[in-house]
DNA sequence: ATTCTGACAGCAA
DNA sequence: TTTGCTGCCAGAA
């Protein structure tokens, strides 16, 4: 059996990617929400390690609905141009203002609440 | 095998 | 209030 992908779903990495895939679109998340749902809780810093290596992934990872706990753009220097980002986020209706989100509350999608 | 790093988060001063 | 330090876990050198 195809051991690699079976292990590879029980991976941190790809349970980060998959989570990150299912943001709906104009919502966003945090690190450490994703954390808590792989049940890392405080390894928050994994997950923003998984989506470091997203660019190795064949598959598109909407890493840009992943913010810090502030709905700050922690991560928008490594998209590349600084500004991809953020404007994907404005692509998706997501106001960005001073690379922060606007209305992140509201924007804010808990993986916890919503998957469950 | 050991050491360092890393797109965070929370707490302390 | 802001700034900075530690904790956390996994992967890369």
Partial sequence: MAKKQLKEENDFFSMVYEVTKLIPYGRVTSYGAIARYLGSGRSARMVGWALNACHSRPEFIPAHRVVN????????????????????????????????????????????????
């Fill in 69 to 116: 706990s502030r709905g700050l753009l922690s991560g928008k220097h490594h998209f590349g141009n600084s500004t991809t980002m953020e404007q994907l986020l404005k692509n998706e209706g997501v106001l960005v203002e001073d690379d922060q989100i606007v209305g992140f509350s509201e924007k804010f999608w808990d993986p916890l609440r919503e998957l469950k």
